[in-house]
């Protein structure tokens, strides 16, 4: 049998400890740094990304949180365990490089696979294999697995035992919300750490490592400098990606671009939204709070957010409608008319005209007075008539059309509410024997301060018949 078995990595393991095996993982560590240093500087097709590979946790850029020295992973790692995990990050933010060093500073072999390409019968293999090379070095097996969330509930089943028996230890990596992506069972048996994307202190750093790798300065204007950050969107990986296409566009011109010089020679990273996934909702959340706050301003900005990522504006719309009713109600009663006219003009106009009729309904509901009593009210009234379940409305408000129905007192002893002082009789409506309830408590702002003062009328009225 071969000393050296292929990892599903792609890069030579071994099957039988080394001396370097013996020492400790921090000892180990810097061994695997030079093997990777020594082929970072192949051939020059070799990405700029790859090439600036970190090479050990502490040249990780932007997960403090994680990797400082009091991060989670520090810790873990100085524990000597490492528990199972899903790495829950954007593109670009490290979760590979991540994994790869947790297995070198953790004495482990480095397997990989992803769901995008894999199935049951990769699965069972690396696992097999796995079990293998524990068996015959006594070493373990942290096990990659690329966008996890595209393996289904039954796949991930699949992981259940051989991360409780300890075969593997388990990194999965996703752009999406485990919570929904994830089955509980894998969840349970797994510790969840969000990666944060780049900020731009990161960002800049990446820059001046890229500066030094390929040993050119960058023809920015500080002004393009921070333009180039900015159009990585928090995207590491992006970020080095456009510095490599900046470095071929200007080898002839070495003269500073600003950002819109900058602008027409890159594009610009698309806006991390998906219509049927987590950002999807995190943004109909963000714009609908800062509304609920009174904030025209953080409501106009995540209503164009939600329109760059390519939201239908008729979604956007229907939320609005909603919105009028849920969280202003009768404190401003044309709140709704409104939002259903600029769902209307949207119809009528289409893009990117009706937007802007979209955008005024934004604004409106925002300065709007803001009640959600009626909301309350009707979420009351709903369990109310579930609890008390068949109770008939009382006679003198039950038509009587027929003389059977006269004769068993149908609406005898109605009064007519406009025939009476104020307009209202203050008569029962609710039914016989039933307690009276308040449902509907208006609010001392916007229009429900005139609607509650008449209330507290109606309610005297209501009182003095009883009396």
């Given at each position: 049998?071969?000393d050296?078995?292929?990892?599903?990595?792609?890069?030579?393991?071994?099957?039988?400890?080394?001396?370097?095996?013996e020492?400790?993982?921090?000892?180990?560590?810097?061994?695997?740094?030079?093997?990777?240093?020594?082929?970072?500087?192949?051939?020059?097709?070799?990405?700029?990304?790859?090439?600036l590979?970190?090479?050990?946790?502490?040249?990780?850029?932007?997960?403090?949180?994680?990797?400082?020295?009091?991060?989670?992973?520090?810790?873990?790692?100085?524990?000597?365990?490492?528990?199972?995990?899903?790495?829950?990050?954007?593109?670009?933010?490290?979760?590979?490089?991540?994994?790869?060093?947790?297995?070198?500073?953790?004495?482990?072999?480095?397997?990989?696979?992803?769901?995008?390409?894999?199935?049951?019968?990769?699965?069972?293999?690396a696992?097999?294999?796995?079990?293998?090379?524990?068996?015959?070095?006594?070493?373990?097996?942290?096990?990659?697995?690329?966008?996890?969330?595209?393996?289904?509930?039954?796949?991930?089943?699949?992981?259940?035992?051989?991360?409780?028996?300890?075969?593997?230890?388990?990194?999965?990596?996703?752009?999406?919300?485990?919570?929904?992506?994830?089955?509980?069972?894998?969840?349970?048996?797994?510790?969840?750490?969000?990666?944060?994307?780049?900020?731009?202190?990161?960002?800049?750093?990446?820059?001046?490592?890229?500066?030094?790798?390929?040993?050119?300065?960058?023809?920015?204007?500080?002004?393009?400098?921070?333009?180039?950050?900015?159009?990585?969107?928090?995207?590491?990986?992006?970020?080095?990606?456009?510095?490599?296409?900046?470095?071929?566009?200007?080898?002839?011109?070495?003269?500073?671009l600003?950002?819109?010089e900058?602008?027409?020679?890159?594009?610009?990273?698309?806006?991390?939204?998906?219509?049927?996934?987590?950002?999807?909702?995190n943004?109909?959340?963000?714009?609908?709070?800062?509304?609920?706050?009174?904030?025209?301003?953080?409501?106009?900005?995540?209503?164009?957010?939600?329109?760059?990522g390519?939201?239908?504006?008729?979604?956007?719309?229907?939320r609005?409608?909603r919105?009028?009713?849920?969280?202003?109600?009768?404190?401003?009663?044309?709140?709704?008319?409104?939002?259903?006219?600029?769902?209307?003009?949207?119809?009528?106009?289409?893009?990117?005209?009706?937007?802007?009729?979209l955008?005024?309904?934004?604004?409106?509901?925002?300065?709007?007075?803001?009640?959600?009593?009626?909301?309350?009210?009707?979420?009351?009234?709903?369990?109310?008539?579930?609890?008390?379940?068949?109770?008939?409305?009382?006679?003198?408000?039950?038509?009587?059309?027929?003389?059977?129905?006269?004769?068993?007192?149908?609406?005898?002893?109605?009064?007519?509410?406009?025939?009476?002082?104020?307009?209202?009789?203050?008569?029962?409506?609710?039914?016989?024997?039933?307690?009276?309830?308040?449902l509907?408590?208006?609010?001392?702002?916007?229009?429900?301060?005139?609607?509650?003062?008449?209330?507290?009328?109606?309610?005297?009225?209501?009182?003095?018949?009883?009396?």
């Open positions: 049998m071969s050296m078995v292929p990892d599903l990595f792609g890069s030579p393991a071994p099957d039988r400890p080394s001396r370097q095996d020492r400790g993982a921090s000892e180990r560590f810097p061994a695997a740094s030079s093997a990777h240093s020594a082929s970072r500087h192949r051939a020059g097709t070799q990405p700029l990304a790859d090439r590979r970190p090479q050990s946790l502490d040249d990780v850029q932007g997960q403090a949180h994680l990797l400082g020295s009091e991060g989670t992973l520090t810790r873990m790692l100085e524990s000597g365990h490492l528990s199972s995990l899903i790495l829950w990050g954007g593109p670009g933010c490290g979760k590979t490089t991540i994994a790869q060093l947790l297995a070198a500073r953790a004495g482990l072999f480095y397997a990989k696979i992803s769901a995008v390409f894999s199935g049951v019968a990769d699965l069972k293999k696992f097999e294999e796995a079990r293998r090379k524990a068996e015959a070095t006594g070493k373990g097996t942290l096990l990659f697995v690329d966008e996890i969330h595209r393996f289904n509930r039954a796949q991930q089943d699949g992981f259940l035992p051989y991360v409780e028996r300890g075969t593997v230890v388990l990194v999965g990596a996703t752009t999406e919300n485990p919570s929904f992506a994830l089955n509980s069972a894998l969840l349970s048996r797994c510790q969840v750490l969000v990666l944060h994307r780049l900020d731009d202190e990161a960002l800049e750093k990446l820059l001046l490592r890229a500066e030094g790798e390929t040993g050119r300065t960058l023809p920015l204007t500080p002004e393009g400098r921070a333009s180039l950050r900015a159009m990585a969107d928090g995207d590491g990986r992006y970020l080095l990606n456009m510095v490599e296409q900046l470095l071929s566009l200007t080898k002839a011109d070495t003269r500073p600003g950002p819109a900058l602008a027409r020679s890159l594009s610009r990273r698309p806006v991390l939204y998906d219509r049927d996934r987590d950002e999807h909702y943004l109909i959340s963000a714009l609908h709070k800062s509304l609920r706050g009174s904030d025209p301003d953080a409501g106009l900005y995540w209503f164009a957010r939600m329109l760059e390519g939201e239908d504006p008729r979604y956007i719309a229907r609005l409608v919105f009028a009713s849920e969280d202003i109600g009768e404190a401003d009663p044309t709140s709704l008319p409104l939002a259903q006219a600029g769902a209307a003009a949207y119809e009528r106009l289409g893009s990117p005209e009706g937007e802007v009729a955008a005024q309904v934004v604004v409106h509901l925002a300065v709007a007075s803001k009640s959600n009593a009626v909301y309350k009210a009707y979420n009351e009234a709903r369990a109310l008539a579930k609890q008390t379940g068949s109770l008939m409305p009382p006679a003198h408000i039950r038509n009587a059309p027929t003389a059977l129905m006269k004769e068993l007192g149908y609406k005898k002893g109605y009064e007519y509410d406009h025939d009476c002082e104020d307009g209202v009789s203050g008569q029962n409506y609710f039914p016989d024997g039933m307690k009276r309830v308040t509907y408590r208006p609010v001392d702002r916007g229009f429900e301060e005139r609607i509650r003062k008449r209330l507290d009328m109606l309610a005297q009225k209501r009182a003095s018949r009883q009396s």
